[in-house]
């Protein structure tokens, strides 16, 4: 079992920034992909920014030049980096960790989430 805990969110004005981090334990193999999703009130699940054991990060259009992403293979943890936030990134920001065994996917873990409001 994986147990994913979140870390950073919060109130922010336009403009600002905020760092959300999730740190995964237990049993975790080598080959897996951790990142962030995001849910708005009213809205379906989108995925944000994830980055794979390798390094390899695939991101939603929205956060281009905004958001970065980068992890600790060693410490399992993992740290998004959002600048100039908008309202529209109003949404709780949910971590999750998908394994493979080879280049199929073997278990999906997912946290609690963690709230970010963008207002004035």
């Known amino acids: 079992q994986v147990q994913l805990v979140e870390s950073g969110g919060g109130l922010v004005q336009p403009g600002g920034s905020l760092r959300l981090s999730c740190a995964a334990s237990?049993?975790?193999?080598?080959?897996?992909?951790m990142g962030w999703y995001r849910q708005a009130p009213g809205k379906q699940r989108e995925m944000v920014l994830v980055?794979?054991?390798?390094?390899?990060?695939y991101y939603a259009d929205f956060v281009k030049g905004r958001f970065t992403i980068s992890r600790d293979n060693a410490k399992n943890t993992v740290h998004l980096q959002m600048n100039s936030l908008k309202p529209e990134d109003t949404a709780v920001y949910v971590c999750?960790?998908?394994?493979?065994?080879?280049?199929?996917?073997?278990?999906?873990?997912w946290g609690q989430g963690t709230q970010v409001t963008v207002s004035s």
């Open positions: 999750n960790l998908k394994q493979f065994g080879g280049h199929s996917p073997t278990s999906d873990y």
């Open positions: 237990g049993s975790i193999s080598s080959n897996n992909v």
């Open positions: 980055i794979s054991s390798a390094g390899t990060t």
